[in-house]
């Protein structure tokens, strides 16, 4: 009898066994290999928390494959099945290994990939629009260029998933009339949506404008260089860099921001070599990752000489460590590109960048600038500069000169030279919209 009770015991364990797999094989499309809806939402729901622990992001990814009912029509299911396996296999062998897959009984495919920022989101919706729009799939029999419909929404929780893919299908039809993908970011207001996804297009096809502002000599008030802006189109409307900088920032768009805009400063002082010398925001990202490789390609392909590059570095807050920035820093001066600290006392307000770094510019935060005539804090941070300027060898620049009074007072403190709407407003330049820098990696 007890050997009876474990005989049974044991085929209930194996039965049990059974059911699970089989019950997983269920999760899984058979022709894409992908979670199917059912796997899917489970698969997301657990990504979804932990993204929540982490405070991290999940980029969502719809795809849609245009013209499979003309392709049924033709060629029957099997050959919408052999177009979406070959679809399948190829995003399996470009996509990271833990990136969930999954597809639905309408033969759409999702794509889920855990970001840190949301802009590797928006670069990833380019990167899947750009794969699959250049595919055709050919055996001979049959031949069908592969056209996409793509939308990528960036989430951190926050709804049901169920909720979250039924509000990415009702944004089809507008994704299907777009000729790239179309980013959402969830959790904003439709003003902060339209103007992100427009800032976005504008960086990533190079359209972005620039302004130069000059910086003056205090004591003779002749221009010594220009301060290369960025500047957003819209609609007639031209926005500052402060007012879109903050989506910049939430897109994590530095890098490629200062590449386009590094570009453009380098052609037009080519073509405009009455400019002089021109300074160019670089972000620590960009100085650490991929700004030498570009410097040294451009200056020889646009053939400008690097004395007349300022590369002012700004002080954002960065997890980049001093010596590793100085390391950088010190071969492109040695290349013979002048070297800015900008924004000093501000964000990280590292002395360390100050101390380590052979500058050959600071330029002093606005904020401490203003208040120079009433805030005797501000003289005595201004007076530390100075000193400072004197032992390291470096020139100060004023920010925000806005009257003269201010721009006698820095003068009293040993700076050299004024940037700010008293000494000249910036011009905007619209022409440089169409100038577009080359691809990454290409010269």
């Known amino acids: 009898m007890a050997d009876e009770k474990e005989i049974l015991k044991k085929r209930l364990s194996e039965c049990e066994e059974e059911l699970a797999r089989t019950q997983e094989l269920l999760l899984i499309d058979p022709v894409t290999g992908f979670f199917n809806e059912r796997g899917f939402l489970r698969a997301l729901s657990a990504e979804m928390s932990r993204c929540l622990r982490e405070g991290t992001f999940l980029a969502l990814t719809l795809i849609e494959i245009q013209h499979l009912e003309s392709l049924q029509n033709v060629y029957g299911l099997y050959g919408v099945q052999k177009v979406l396996t070959f679809i399948a296999e190829h995003l399996k062998r470009n996509l990271r290994p833990y990136d969930l897959l999954g597809t639905t009984a309408r033969n759409l495919l999702w794509v889920v990939s855990a970001i840190k920022k949301t802009g590797e989101g928006a670069r990833l919706a380019q990167r ?22 793509i939308i990528t929404r960036i989430i951190c929780g926050g709804a049901a998933p169920g909720e979250i893919l ?25 003003q902060r949506k339209s103007l992100e996804r427009e800032i976005f297009r504008a960086i990533a096809k190079g359209e972005l404008a620039v302004a130069l502002q000059p910086v003056i000599n205090i004591h003779t008030g002749k221009t010594i260089f220009y301060e290369v802006l960025a500047r957003f189109i819209s609609e007639g409307h031209t926005f500052s860099a402060g007012t879109f900088m903050p989506s910049v920032e939430h897109l994590g768009l530095f890098e490629e921001l200062d590449r386009q805009i590094l570009y453009k ?46 590369l002012e570095i700004n002080e954002r807050k960065s997890t980049f460590s001093p010596l590793a920035l100085s390391s950088k820093l010190n071969f492109l001066k040695a290349e013979g590109f002048t070297l800015s600290l900008d924004d000093f006392g501000v964000e990280s307000a590292n002395l360390f960048l100050l101390r380590d770094i052979p500058w050959d510019l600071v330029k002093v935060d ?5 208040g120079l005539l009433t805030n005797d804090f501000d003289r005595k941070v201004l007076r530390f500069l100075s000193e400072c300027a004197s032992l390291l060898g470096f020139k100060l620049v004023a920010e925000q000169v806005e009257e003269e009074k201010i721009l006698k007072e820095v003068a009293r403190y040993g700076v050299f030279y004024a940037q700010g709407f008293y000494c000249g407003e910036p011009e905007i330049i619209p022409e440089t919209r169409f100038l577009k820098p080359p691809k990454t990696g290409e010269g």
């Open 265 to 310: 400063a380098m052609v037009l002082l080519k073509e405009s070599p009455e400019i002089g010398k021109v300074a160019v925001n670089i972000s620590q990202e960009y100085a650490l990752r991929e700004l030498s490789k570009d410097l040294l390609a451009w200056t020889k392909s646009i053939g400008i000489y690097p004395e007349d590059l300022i």
């Open 166 to 190: 039924n509000q990415s299908l009702k944004l089809l039809s507008e994704a299907r009339l777009a000729q790239e993908p179309l980013i959402v970011l969830g959790g904003e207001t439709s």
């Open 366 to 370: 606005g904020r401490f600038v203003r």
């Open 128 to 149: 899947v629009y750009r794969l699959l729009n250049e595919l055709v799939y050919d055996d001979g029999d049959l031949v069908f260029p592969i056209r996409t419909a």
